[in-house]
T-cell receptor
């Protein structure tokens, strides 16, 4: 079955880099996504990567994809207190347009 | 402003009552989704609709019902058959590039 795994919690100091990891199960996923959820709010798409790419960079965000190990990571450079939130990865099982979400990683940024 | 709205933000229900959560979008998207989020967990799909007058059950549809009479609207009814309805409910719509846009959510509490 489909199962997307993430660690529950990450704590970093302001200015450091954060790396949030995710493992997924469906090798036919065409897109993999990272969403951000601030307290009491909906999800906001941060970035996504197409399955034939290894890396995607977008300002402070770097997504790395290891298809062999089905491992996805999100690196946030120069982490700020405003980056404190829950981060969800999501896959598109079967290459379709449904999303399967991981359980979310709560990022806490200490000043 | 284009976007997706949900109301109310907070909802309280007595046991045995049905309640309806509103979701409206003016993004002209065909596909819409309802998710449930429990603390420390990812999003689980309740129902989805690919087009007006059509909808499909997701992974946890029992105790819920939906309608899709208009493209803009996808209301969710939480029925008395749902034994543990206290949760955060998120509605989303999807564009032609497979990006899902989320509403701000409704927090439902059973008294």
């Amino acid at each position: 079955g489909e199962d997307v795994e993430q660690s529950l919690f990450l704590s970093v100091r302001e200015g450091d880099s954060s790396v949030i990891n995710c493992t997924y199960t469906d090798s036919s996923s065409t897109y993999l996504y990272w969403y951000k959820q601030e307290p009491g709010a909906g999800l906001q798409l941060l970035t996504y990567i197409f399955s034939n790419m290894d890396m995607k960079q977008d300002q402070r965000l770097t997504v790395l994809l290891n298809k062999k190990d089905k491992h996805l990571s999100l690196r946030i450079a120069d982490t700020q207190t405003g980056d404190s939130a829950i981060y969800f990865c999501a896959e598109t099982p079967g290459g379709g347009n449904m999303l399967t979400f991981g359980g979310g990683t709560r990022l806490m940024v200490k000043p | 402003d284009g976007g997706i709205t949900q109301s109310p933000k907070y909802l309280f229900r007595k046991e045995g009552q049905n309640v309806t959560l509103s979701c409206e979008q003016n993004l002209n998207h065909d596909a819409m989704y309802w998710y449930r989020q429990d603390p420390g967990q990812g999003l689980r799909l309740i129902y989805y609709s690919q087009i007006v007058n059509d909808f499909q059950k997701g992974d946890i549809a029992e105790g819920y019902s939906v309608s899709r009479e208009k493209k803009e609207s996808f209301p969710l009814t939480v029925t008395s058959a749902q034994k543990n309805p206290t949760a955060f409910y998120l509605c989303a719509s999807r564009d032609n590039y497979n990006e899902q846009f989320f509403g701000p959510g409704t927090r439902l509490t059973v008294l």
